[in-house]
Antibody, heavy 123, light 107 residues
Framework: QVQLVESGGGVVQPGGSLRLSCAASGFTFNDYGMHWFRQAPGKGLQWVSFIQFDGSNKNYADSVKGRFTISRDDSKNTIHLQMNSLRPEDTAVYYC????????????????WGQGTLVTVSS | AIQLTQSPSSLSASLGDRVTITCRSSQGLSSALVWYQQRPGKPPKLLIYDASSLHSGVPSRFSGRESGTDFTLTISNLQPEDFATYYCQHFNRDLPTFGQGTRLEIK
Protein backbone atom coordinates (compact mmCIF):
# COMPACT_ATOMS: atom_id res chain seq x y z
CA GLN A 1 0.00 0.00 0.00
CA VAL A 2 1.06 3.60 -0.50
CA GLN A 3 3.13 4.92 2.37
CA LEU A 4 4.53 8.44 2.77
CA VAL A 5 6.71 9.35 5.74
CA GLU A 6 7.75 12.95 6.37
CA SER A 7 10.71 14.01 8.48
CA GLY A 8 12.80 17.07 9.20
CA GLY A 9 10.37 19.28 11.09
CA GLY A 10 11.32 21.14 14.24
CA VAL A 11 11.66 24.53 15.86
CA VAL A 12 13.57 27.24 14.01
CA GLN A 13 14.04 30.96 14.52
CA PRO A 14 12.62 33.50 12.09
CA GLY A 15 14.95 33.85 9.13
CA GLY A 16 16.25 30.31 9.58
CA SER A 17 16.13 27.28 7.31
CA LEU A 18 14.84 23.72 7.44
CA ARG A 19 14.83 20.85 4.98
CA LEU A 20 11.86 18.51 4.99
CA SER A 21 11.96 15.04 3.46
CA CYS A 22 9.25 12.60 2.41
CA ALA A 23 10.06 8.93 1.80
CA ALA A 24 7.60 7.13 -0.46
CA SER A 25 6.83 3.46 -0.96
CA GLY A 26 4.10 1.22 -2.31
CA PHE A 27 3.88 2.74 -5.80
CA THR A 28 6.10 3.46 -8.80
CA PHE A 29 7.53 6.71 -7.50
CA ASN A 30 8.93 8.10 -10.74
CA ASP A 31 5.52 7.82 -12.46
CA TYR A 32 3.83 10.39 -10.20
CA GLY A 33 4.10 14.02 -9.25
CA MET A 34 4.28 14.92 -5.58
CA HIS A 35 2.99 17.77 -3.44
CA TRP A 36 3.62 19.55 -0.20
CA PHE A 37 0.61 20.94 1.66
CA ARG A 38 0.48 22.58 5.06
CA GLN A 39 -1.96 23.27 7.87
CA ALA A 40 -1.38 25.95 10.48
CA PRO A 41 -2.50 25.01 14.01
CA GLY A 42 -6.30 24.96 14.19
CA LYS A 43 -6.59 26.21 10.59
CA GLY A 44 -7.47 24.85 7.18
CA LEU A 45 -5.38 23.28 4.45
CA GLN A 46 -3.08 25.12 2.06
CA TRP A 47 -1.23 23.87 -0.98
CA VAL A 48 2.48 24.73 -0.91
CA SER A 49 4.33 23.17 -3.84
CA PHE A 50 4.27 20.52 -6.59
CA ILE A 51 6.95 18.68 -8.53
CA GLN A 52 6.10 16.84 -11.72
CA PHE A 53 6.84 13.11 -12.07
CA ASP A 54 10.03 13.78 -14.05
CA GLY A 55 11.07 16.85 -12.08
CA SER A 56 10.73 19.08 -15.15
CA ASN A 57 8.03 21.32 -13.68
CA LYS A 58 7.80 22.80 -10.21
CA ASN A 59 5.11 25.12 -8.87
CA TYR A 60 4.84 27.12 -5.68
CA ALA A 61 2.22 29.07 -3.77
CA ASP A 62 2.88 32.81 -3.93
CA SER A 63 3.42 32.90 -0.17
CA VAL A 64 6.51 30.65 -0.43
CA LYS A 65 7.82 31.47 -3.90
CA GLY A 66 11.49 32.45 -3.81
CA ARG A 67 11.95 31.02 -0.31
CA PHE A 68 11.05 27.32 -0.67
CA THR A 69 12.48 24.83 -3.16
CA ILE A 70 11.03 21.42 -3.95
CA SER A 71 13.16 18.60 -5.32
CA ARG A 72 13.04 14.86 -5.81
CA ASP A 73 15.54 12.01 -5.68
CA ASP A 74 14.12 9.11 -7.67
CA SER A 75 17.02 6.85 -6.61
CA LYS A 76 15.73 7.11 -3.03
CA ASN A 77 11.99 7.55 -3.69
CA THR A 78 12.15 10.79 -1.77
CA ILE A 79 11.11 14.39 -2.17
CA HIS A 80 12.45 17.34 -0.26
CA LEU A 81 11.32 20.83 0.63
CA GLN A 82 14.12 23.28 1.34
CA MET A 83 12.64 26.13 3.35
CA ASN A 84 14.68 29.32 3.72
CA SER A 85 13.94 32.73 5.24
CA LEU A 86 11.28 31.16 7.45
CA ARG A 87 8.61 33.37 8.97
CA PRO A 88 6.29 32.82 11.94
CA GLU A 89 3.39 32.43 9.51
CA ASP A 90 5.10 29.35 8.05
CA THR A 91 4.37 27.52 11.32
CA ALA A 92 2.29 24.49 10.36
CA VAL A 93 2.12 20.76 9.95
CA TYR A 94 3.61 20.00 6.54
CA TYR A 95 2.18 17.06 4.63
CA CYS A 96 3.55 15.41 1.53
CA UNK A 97 1.02 13.87 -0.83
CA UNK A 98 1.10 11.78 -3.96
CA UNK A 99 -0.55 13.39 -6.98
CA UNK A 100 -3.37 11.33 -8.45
CA UNK A 101 -2.28 11.83 -12.05
CA UNK A 102 -0.22 9.12 -13.77
CA UNK A 103 2.67 10.71 -15.70
CA UNK A 104 1.63 13.98 -17.35
CA UNK A 105 1.60 17.42 -15.78
CA UNK A 106 -0.28 16.48 -12.62
CA UNK A 107 -3.85 16.49 -11.36
CA UNK A 108 -3.04 18.91 -8.52
CA UNK A 109 -4.68 17.04 -5.70
CA UNK A 110 -3.37 14.38 -3.33
CA UNK A 111 -4.80 10.88 -3.34
CA UNK A 112 -2.54 9.66 -0.51
CA TRP A 113 -1.04 11.77 2.28
CA GLY A 114 1.67 11.27 4.86
CA GLN A 115 1.18 11.81 8.59
CA GLY A 116 2.87 15.21 8.50
CA THR A 117 5.77 16.91 10.23
CA LEU A 118 5.45 20.00 12.43
CA VAL A 119 7.45 23.12 11.67
CA THR A 120 7.46 25.84 14.30
CA VAL A 121 9.02 29.22 13.51
CA SER A 122 9.52 31.16 16.70
CA SER A 123 12.14 33.12 18.56
CA ALA B 1 -8.49 33.69 -7.88
CA ILE B 2 -11.25 31.14 -7.44
CA GLN B 3 -12.83 31.13 -4.00
CA LEU B 4 -14.59 28.17 -2.41
CA THR B 5 -17.16 28.74 0.32
CA GLN B 6 -18.30 25.77 2.35
CA SER B 7 -21.55 25.64 4.26
CA PRO B 8 -22.33 25.05 6.98
CA SER B 9 -19.07 25.66 8.85
CA SER B 10 -20.21 23.14 11.46
CA LEU B 11 -22.96 20.60 11.68
CA SER B 12 -24.38 18.30 14.36
CA ALA B 13 -25.99 15.01 13.42
CA SER B 14 -26.83 11.60 14.85
CA LEU B 15 -25.71 8.12 13.93
CA GLY B 16 -27.69 6.87 10.94
CA ASP B 17 -28.54 10.39 9.70
CA ARG B 18 -27.97 11.68 6.19
CA VAL B 19 -26.12 14.99 5.89
CA THR B 20 -25.14 17.26 3.00
CA ILE B 21 -22.24 19.71 2.88
CA THR B 22 -22.08 22.37 0.17
CA CYS B 23 -19.06 23.94 -1.49
CA ARG B 24 -19.87 26.97 -3.63
CA SER B 25 -17.32 28.20 -6.16
CA SER B 26 -16.90 31.79 -7.34
CA GLN B 27 -16.49 30.45 -10.91
CA GLY B 28 -17.38 27.35 -12.87
CA LEU B 29 -14.92 24.51 -12.22
CA SER B 30 -15.78 21.93 -14.88
CA SER B 31 -15.83 19.15 -12.26
CA ALA B 32 -12.29 19.98 -11.05
CA LEU B 33 -13.16 19.48 -7.39
CA VAL B 34 -12.32 16.93 -4.74
CA TRP B 35 -13.49 16.24 -1.19
CA TYR B 36 -11.32 15.19 1.74
CA GLN B 37 -12.10 13.91 5.22
CA GLN B 38 -9.79 14.82 8.08
CA ARG B 39 -10.10 13.26 11.52
CA PRO B 40 -8.45 15.07 14.47
CA GLY B 41 -4.69 14.67 14.48
CA LYS B 42 -4.72 12.77 11.19
CA PRO B 43 -3.90 13.68 7.60
CA PRO B 44 -6.65 14.30 5.06
CA LYS B 45 -8.07 11.34 3.19
CA LEU B 46 -9.38 11.65 -0.36
CA LEU B 47 -13.07 10.75 -0.63
CA ILE B 48 -14.34 12.08 -3.96
CA TYR B 49 -12.52 13.28 -7.08
CA ASP B 50 -13.77 14.93 -10.28
CA ALA B 51 -16.76 16.15 -8.22
CA SER B 52 -18.58 12.81 -8.12
CA SER B 53 -16.19 9.85 -8.46
CA LEU B 54 -15.57 7.73 -5.38
CA HIS B 55 -11.91 7.19 -4.48
CA SER B 56 -10.74 3.61 -4.06
CA GLY B 57 -11.77 2.05 -0.74
CA VAL B 58 -14.22 4.81 0.23
CA PRO B 59 -17.62 3.50 1.41
CA SER B 60 -20.53 3.99 -0.96
CA ARG B 61 -22.44 6.01 1.67
CA PHE B 62 -20.30 8.96 0.49
CA SER B 63 -21.39 10.67 -2.72
CA GLY B 64 -20.63 13.89 -4.57
CA ARG B 65 -22.65 15.97 -6.96
CA GLU B 66 -22.09 19.06 -9.10
CA SER B 67 -24.75 21.58 -10.06
CA GLY B 68 -23.38 24.68 -11.76
CA THR B 69 -21.03 26.30 -9.24
CA ASP B 70 -22.42 24.32 -6.30
CA PHE B 71 -20.85 21.06 -5.22
CA THR B 72 -22.31 18.82 -2.55
CA LEU B 73 -20.95 16.00 -0.46
CA THR B 74 -23.63 13.73 0.97
CA ILE B 75 -23.02 11.16 3.66
CA SER B 76 -25.78 8.63 4.23
CA ASN B 77 -26.26 6.44 7.30
CA LEU B 78 -23.66 8.28 9.42
CA GLN B 79 -21.19 6.03 11.16
CA PRO B 80 -19.03 6.91 14.21
CA GLU B 81 -15.91 7.21 12.05
CA ASP B 82 -17.59 9.84 9.83
CA PHE B 83 -17.49 12.54 12.50
CA ALA B 84 -14.62 14.65 11.21
CA THR B 85 -13.87 17.81 9.25
CA TYR B 86 -14.51 17.86 5.52
CA TYR B 87 -12.76 20.03 2.96
CA CYS B 88 -13.40 20.69 -0.69
CA GLN B 89 -10.50 21.56 -3.00
CA HIS B 90 -10.41 22.95 -6.51
CA PHE B 91 -7.48 21.55 -8.43
CA ASN B 92 -5.70 23.66 -10.99
CA ARG B 93 -2.08 24.34 -11.80
CA ASP B 94 -2.19 28.04 -10.98
CA LEU B 95 -3.43 27.79 -7.42
CA PRO B 96 -5.12 24.77 -5.88
CA THR B 97 -7.57 26.25 -3.37
CA PHE B 98 -9.47 24.82 -0.42
CA GLY B 99 -12.76 25.57 1.22
CA GLN B 100 -12.54 26.58 4.87
CA GLY B 101 -13.83 23.22 6.10
CA THR B 102 -17.01 21.84 7.65
CA ARG B 103 -16.83 20.21 11.05
CA LEU B 104 -19.30 17.35 11.50
CA GLU B 105 -20.04 16.57 15.14
CA ILE B 106 -22.11 14.01 16.95
CA LYS B 107 -25.42 15.34 18.29
Amino acid sequence: QVQLVESGGGVVQPGGSLRLSCAASGFTFNDYGMHWFRQAPGKGLQWVSFIQFDGSNKNYADSVKGRFTISRDDSKNTIHLQMNSLRPEDTAVYYCAKDQGYLGSGSYYGDYWGQGTLVTVSS
Amino acid sequence: AIQLTQSPSSLSASLGDRVTITCRSSQGLSSALVWYQQRPGKPPKLLIYDASSLHSGVPSRFSGRESGTDFTLTISNLQPEDFATYYCQHFNRDLPTFGQGTRLEIK
